[in-house]
């Protein structure tokens, strides 16, 4: 293992501009001395015209991999978002000016806003910009009401959620641990936060403190404990430092004539937000104090472009850790000191750059999971087009992740598509976990400059067929998934939720400028399932951080309680369990956050069960995975 210092040196930051400035430094110089400077000027302005114009390098379609003995079966996705009542179009804004954040929205959230036991939508929307006197048609969010069926109704003006802003994403926590989910929205400007009182939401962003810089350009987002005090904590992803003025300053071109949208490499990195809750309804800004803002090594300017957040406790010692997904620039892992600090160890894991060619990638989505049966953590990460998602994978008691996205099947495939929303999930209740992508592209004239690439992207699911299986994980033919699914749409934002209490989890992807695409999981296995709700007594009352294993015959399935998933998106809380064809399960150990572990027996399975903090056994060292 090298030193960090040795790491860095291996692994450059994409920005490193100290050895830019020192490149063009001497590069002059020479000119100066042969008594050329004004041919010295010349060639620098056309080397950052063609910079400008060659925003990404042109697609090279994977091979097909032979997909082994495995037997797939039928796993039927159903577009139904017409006939559930959603009619809601993300508007963003665009006018013709082409400005970045017009490419990048929107999220979505599963939650129970009013606790009767079925899953509701939060769609986030943006909205035209304020200087566009075209146009000041009000584009709201929408809360849209489930009735444990598959069909929504609109209640975001009795709610209070109908509000206009350029929103990005969402996080969905009780922060004020009363019983009901409270919303965070992140934008392009101020940020607001939402108490849930009783059903009806209200801004509570002056109160709480959470608002952000005006100027701030906020993404992912999540609400997690990372003190362990029983107090949901908030963390904000913010991306490049961004405004209108310097956006249409550079002359951004894919054909060399017409203005396209410009690279996050044309942008100084910023800091993300940590907000410690104080308990009393307000939250402090810990972000310089906990270590969360990390710096250039070289120019010691704002490092993150932070796009993705996954909040894990990657070493399983009872402390939620910190993943974020960066733009361009180096991944980051923000390992728990348990003191309130972290140490940043992304490039020491693993996870920093590409493993392959040492290159910071243009990382989206993001989600983690136990991906194996013998505790193997997993991280995704959605890319950029001609870029393969990433499948970073480690052992618990190993500090070293390798990229397991070749050799097993994932990444390939996923190097056609720009993957922005992704996350894991058992599609078919067999108790191995797929993955699913949402893609699309940011421009839409792409296919003018580069043949492989459209704007509109097929999403696309993962099978996990097995460790012994020649091929892990089996991208999912349109014949087994169904057309409705392989329909190009520019993905965004995804999350997963069962919509139709039948034991399956049903999928959401948000889009860009369009209608979201939802899905109902008709896979016909009949594999049995048993869903989980925990409720902290003692910790969180959301049980955010807990890991519930279930031992299974030879087999322990682990989850976690994690809504912050995938891109600007939340997953539902209740916990999925597919059992393949086992006809019983005896007992659920969980852990809550802080590392107590109880055991609770089950009496059946194909239902839902809710475990409180408290009402269990205690569970001794060899009921819990190492």
Known sequence: MPSSTEYVDEHPDVENDAVIGSALRGSLTLFAVLGLPVIAIVLFLKLNQETQQSIETEVTLPEVREIGDAT????????VSQQSGIDFTHQS?????????????????????????NQDLLLVNSCYWPWDERHATPSPCQLLEGDGNFHFNDVSEQTGLDVTLYGMGVAVGDYDNDGDSDVFLSAVGTNRMYRNDNGVFRDVTVETGVGGAEDAWSTSCGFFDYNNDGLLDLFVCNYVSWSKENDLSQDFTLDGETRAYGPPRAFAGSFSYLYKNRGDGSFEDVSASAGIQMRNDDTNVPLGKAMGLAPVDVNRDGWMDILVANDTVRNFLFENNKDGTFSEIGRLSGIAFDRSTGNARGAMGIDTAAFRDDGTLAIGIGNFANEASALYMARPERSQFIDAAMYTGFGPPTRKGLTFGLFFFDVDLDG???????????????AKTQATQRYEQSPQLFWNAGREAKTELVLVEESNVG???YQPIVGRGAAFADFDSDGDEDVVIATSHSRPAVFRNDQQTQHHFLRVKLEGTQCNRDAIGAIAELSLENRTLTRTVMPTRSYLSQCEKTLTFGLGASPAVDSIVVTWPGGVSERFDV???????????????DATADDVEP
Do not use: C, K, W
């Open 72 to 79: 797939m079966p039928s796993l039927v996705m159903t577009e």
């Open 603 to 617: 009496n059946a399975i194909d239902q839902t069960i809710t475990l409180i903090q408290g009402t269990g056994t």
């Open 483 to 485: 057309e409705a699914f």
């Open 93 to 117: 804004g665009r006018y013709g000016e082409r400005l970045l954040p017009e490419t990048m929205g929107s999220g979505v959230a599963v939650l129970d806003y009013n606790n009767d036991g």
């Open 432 to 446: 191995r976990l797929d993955v699913l992508g949402a893609n699309g592209h940011l421009e839409e004239e792409i």
